[in-house]
């Protein structure tokens, strides 16, 4: 069973930055597909970046790309999200997730093919 927390969340100004981190216990995330998911109050949850087991590479949501980057330390076994050029569009919780090392890379958008998830961390941008 993997254990998943998130943290580095907090109240910037927009155009600020932010990093977060997630930290996995239980298990190596070395072979797991990764991803940042996040949800905004009254909204759905949404995908926001991951990275495939299998290549090694990043994939994000259109409204992130170029603004955020996700990274994966195998031997340290976290998962990072830089975020910067905040906007006030990004306030939302944001979770980790991990697959079981079964996901396809067509289900990578979809939270459902995740097996376990962080409690998210809180992340507002406003002036």
């Known amino acids: 069973q993997v254990q998943l927390v998130e943290s580095g969340g907090g109240l910037v100004q927009p155009g600020d930055s932010l990093r977060l981190s997630c930290a996995a216990s239980?298990?190596?995330?070395?072979?797991?597909?990764m991803a940042w998911f996040r949800q905004a109050p009254g909204k759905e949850r949404e995908f926001v970046a991951a990275?495939?087991?299998?290549?090694?590479?990043?994939y994000y949501a259109e409204s992130v790309k170029g603004r955020f980057t996700i990274s994966k330390n195998n031997a340290e076994n976290t998962l990072d999200l830089q975020m910067n050029s905040l906007e006030p569009e990004d306030t939302a919780i944001y979770y980790c997730?991990?697959?079981?090392?079964?996901?396809?890379?067509?289900?990578?958008?979809?939270?459902?093919?995740?097996?376990?998830w962080g409690r998210g961390t809180q992340v507002t941008v406003s002036s």
């Open positions: 997730a991990a697959d079981n090392s079964r996901l396809i890379l067509s289900s990578l958008r979809l939270g459902e093919y995740y097996d376990y």
């Open positions: 239980g298990g190596s995330i070395r072979s797991r597909t």
């Open positions: 990275i495939f087991r299998s290549y090694g590479r990043a």
